[in-house]
Each structure stands twice: as structure tokens, then as C-alpha cells.
């Protein structure tokens, strides 16, 4: 089976724009979990959604949302983007049977100018 | 209370030591707690993963302990590798709707040839 792939794999963009990331997860899976991976903070959680519905949400500022799609591939989007948003952005998919095993993607670096 | 506490920060060994990588959490609610290796410019992949129930898991080199009264665990790595030099991450695993992975701060391991 292929694995969790993300794209774009790097972005950059400036400060006030907004910016939108795509993860596709291994077939068959339905729950697409996203992190955020900083030097400073490690590797935080976002949001997780199952079955196009969000399940769980991480202590993000609501500029930060995502929504899943009936193919369980998933997107999330920053608005407004501050400095403080370089990161990379991982994505990671669980499936039916291991339902605890989480499997990670390459991630997006995005680099906000 | 969700916090899970990882050190050493960084950690160098010769080849064929047995590096020790530990981490300590207080929720406990976690019920599953996976180990990941981390490459630079790549997604976390998962290494090995214990449930409280077992004290121990061998897989390979690479070995978890579990210490459920203490809320401790910890990675081994047997005989170390040079190509072993990576950033492992413990992680735990929430129940019911936080099914999020809580991670440790990271371990940058170098193993000298």
C-alpha cells in the first residue's frame, strides 16, 4: 500500500496570506489526524476528523481549520498566517483494524515570510 | 496533566552501545504508547509500540520497557548503529474522543562509528 502523502512539500508564503495543505491517506483508512512540528513546541496535535466529521481538536486559534473529504483525504487551511506558523505541518492517517497505530506522512515545511 | 516528559534531550553513543531514551506521563487514561524515529526532511515512522498491560516488548534491536506504577517508559536500542542517528519521539495515546497522540520533546541520538 502507499503511504500517507502530503502535498505541497515546502510553501512559502508572507505574513496575512492564507495558505492550504493536502493529505491523502493510505488506502483504506478514514481518520486523518493533523500536527504541527516547531523546534519550540515539538509536535503538537491539530484537529483529527473521521468519516468527513471533526472527531478532536488541539489548542489551535481558530484560524486553523480543516474538513475531510467523503474519500478520507483530508485539507487544512491557515488563515492569516503569522511568523509564528513556520512549521512543519504533518499528517497522519489510522485505519480500521489498528485502530491506535498512527502512520505519518513526509509533511509540508511552510515558511511564512 | 496530558503532558509526557522525554529525556535526554540529545544523547551520544558509539556504535554498538545501548542507547536509553526515557519518558515519564501522568494521564492515566493513556492506554497506548508508541515509539517514533524521525529522519531530517521526513514524517515521523512509527518503531514500536506498548500497552500497559505488558512490561516489556522486543522488536528487533529496539526494546520498550514499562513501568505502569511509575507512569515510566523507556526505549533501547541494542546494539547501536550509526544508521540508527535520528530523533526518536515516546508518545501516548488518550482514550474515548481524545485519541490524539501526546508527544515527548524528542531525543536527538548520534551513534559514533
Known amino acids: 500500500k502507499a503511504g500517507v502523502t502530503q502535498t505541497p512539500r515546502y510553501l512559502i508564503k508572507t505574513r496575512g496570506q492564507q495558505v492550504t495543505l493536502s493529505c491523502s491517506p493510505i488506502s483504506g483508512h478514514r481518520s486523518v489526524s493533523w500536527y504541527q512540528q516547531t523546534p519550540g513546541q515539538g509536535l503538537q496535535f491539530l484537529f483529527e476528523y473521521f468519516s468527513e466529521t471533526q472527531r478532536n481538536k488541539g489548542n489551535f486559534p481558530g484560524r486553523f481549520s480543516g474538513r475531510q473529504f467523503s474519500n478520507s483525504r483530508s485539507e487544512m487551511n491557515v488563515s492569516t498566517l503569522e511568523l509564528g506558523d513556520s512549521a512543519l505541518y504533518l499528517c497522519a492517517s489510522r485505519g480500521q483494524t489498528s485502530t491506535d497505530t498512527q502512520y505519518f506522512g513526509p509533511g509540508t515545511r511552510l515558511t511564512v515570510l | 496533566q496530558q503532558q509526557v516528559k522525554q529525556s535526554p534531550q540529545s544523547l551520544i553513543v558509539q556504535k554498538g552501545g545501548i542507547p536509553i531514551i526515557n519518558c515519564a506521563y501522568e494521564?492515566?487514561?493513556?492506554?497506548?504508547f508508541p515509539w517514533y524515529q524521525q529522519f531530517p526532511g521526513k514524517g515521523p515512522a512509527l518503531l514500536i509500540a506498548i500497552r500497559p498491560d505488558v512490561s516489556e516488548k522486543k522488536e528487533g534491536r529496539f526494546t520498550i520497557s514499562f513501568n505502569k506504577s511509575a507512569k515510566q517508559f523507556s526505549l533501547h536500542i541494542m546494539d547501536s548503529q550509526p544508521g540508527d542517528s535520528a530523533t526518536y519521539f515516546c508518545?501516548?495515546?488518550?482514550?474515548?474522543?481524545?485519541?490524539?497522540?501526546?508527544f515527548g520533546s524528542g531525543t536527538q541520538l548520534t551513534v559514533l562509528p
Open positions: 508518545a501516548a495515546k488518550g482514550t474515548g474522543s481524545a485519541r490524539q497522540l501526546t
Open positions: 494521564n492515566t487514561a493513556f492506554d497506548y
